[in-house]
């Protein structure tokens, strides 16, 4: 059985910084294209951030581009968002996805093999 566990959001002040990570089970994070999503309140699914695991290219959210990074550990099957210089409109439930098959997640509106359950991130003013 294929599992994602987000860990690590909670309530941070703007400007402040936060570490989500997503541990993996069932799966092999060397052969998964993986990525990190958020979803505020009211509004659609947006890209994060993604890494090719053929290439280990990185993507960014325009809107998260230079704050933002993500890193995985093959051997410890986690993928790790460092979020710096966060902002209110930063608020959302985070998560994590795996696929084999998608390496351009910044554009995909398709389904991913398997989704995490979401980590709340508040960024207070």
């Known amino acids: 059985q294929v599992q994602l566990v987000e860990s690590g959001g909670g309530l941070v002040q703007a400007g402040g910084s936060l570490r989500l990570s997503c541990a993996g089970s069932?799966?092999?994070?060397?052969?998964?294209?993986l990525g990190w999503f958020r979803q505020a309140p009211g509004k659609e699914r947006e890209f994060v951030a993604s890494?090719?695991?053929?290439?280990?290219?990185?993507y960014y959210g325009d809107s998260v581009k230079g704050r933002f990074t993500i890193s995985k550990d093959n051997a410890k099957n986690t993928l790790v968002l460092q979020m710096n210089s966060l902002q209110p409109e930063g608020t959302a439930v985070y998560y994590c996805?795996?696929?084999?098959?998608?390496?351009?997640?910044?554009?995909?509106?398709?389904?991913?093999?398997?989704w995490g359950q979401g980590t709340q991130v508040t960024v207070s003013s």
């Open positions: 069932g799966l092999t994070f060397s052969r998964y294209n």
């Open positions: 890494i090719a695991y053929s290439s280990g290219t990185t």
């Open positions: 996805a795996a696929d084999q098959f998608v390496s351009r997640m910044e554009h995909w509106t398709g389904g991913m093999d398997f």
